[in-house]
T-cell receptor
Framework: NAGVTQTPKFQVLKTGQSMTLQCAQD?????MSWYRQDPGMGLRLIHY???????DQGEVPNGYNVSRSTTEDFPLRLLSAAPSQTSVYFC???????????FGSGTRLTVV | TQLLEQSPQFLSIQEGENLTVYCNSS?????LQWYRQEPGEGPVLLVT?????EVKKLKRLTFQFGDARKDSSLHITAAQPGDTGLYLC??????FGKGTRLHILP
């Protein structure tokens, strides 16, 4: 089983560039989430989805867009990258949300 | 805003010692999860607790959910170097604490 697959693993962007972080899961999970992890800040929720066509904002949504056209995929778009978006990004999925998430291995993003 | 406070932030102990880390909130949670994260990897789910007062054991790890479902603890018996990592608690589907960074010295 692939579980949750994130691509790319590493990315360097210039300020102002846009890009999409990909996330796919093959477990037929309804819940999917994007987090960023910064030193000393723990995991902060960016956006989440409770099913195809349904998304909502988390704690730190500014500068990011998401869509959920299929159950399997939940891409995260950076519209105009800023140095403050340098972070490690994790995608996670869960069948119901109540019994825990399966995480991808992360994307380490540097914005210069 | 629901918050999960984890303590201590950092803990460094000798192999073989026992330890307890805590996850506290002023809010009631319908369920609470514990994860362990190693460097360069995503968090891995250890356990989910859903009933107030519930105790679950995973080898040398004992997890307890408070009676009021506002807090939880993780107790490790006879810590091993392989227990080193960042321990995160999470509640109500999407809220995470900042974690306890545990280092076990051989």
């Amino acid at each position: 089983n692939a579980g949750v697959t994130q691509t790319p693993k590493f990315q360097v962007l210039k300020t102002g560039q846009s890009m999409t972080l990909q996330c796919a899961q093959d477990m037929n999970h309804e819940y999917m989430s994007w987090y960023r992890q910064d030193p000393g800040m723990g995991l902060r929720l960016i956006h989440y989805s409770v099913g195809a066509g349904i998304t909502d904002q988390g704690e730190v949504p500014n500068g990011y867009n998401v869509s959920r056209s299929t159950t399997e995929d939940f891409p995260l778009r950076l519209l105009s990258a800023a140095p403050s978006q340098t972070s490690v990004y994790f995608c996670a999925s869960s069948l119901t949300g109540n019994y825990g998430y399966t995480f991808g291995s992360g994307t380490r993003l540097t914005v210069v | 805003t629901q918050l999960l406070e984890q303590s201590p932030q950092f803990l460094s102990i000798q192999e073989g010692e026992n330890l307890t880390v805590y996850c506290n909130s002023s809010s009631v949670f319908s369920s609470l999860q514990w994860y362990r994260q190693e460097p360069g990897e995503g968090p891995v789910l250890l356990v989910t607790v859903v009933t107030g007062g519930e105790v679950k054991k995973l080898k040398r790890l004992t997890f307890q959910f408070g009676d009021a479902r506002k807090d939880s603890s993780l107790h490790i018996t006879a810590a091993q170097p392989g227990d080193t990592g960042l321990y995160l608690c999470a509640g109500n589907k999407i809220i995470f604490g900042k974690g306890t960074r545990l280092h076990i010295l051989p």
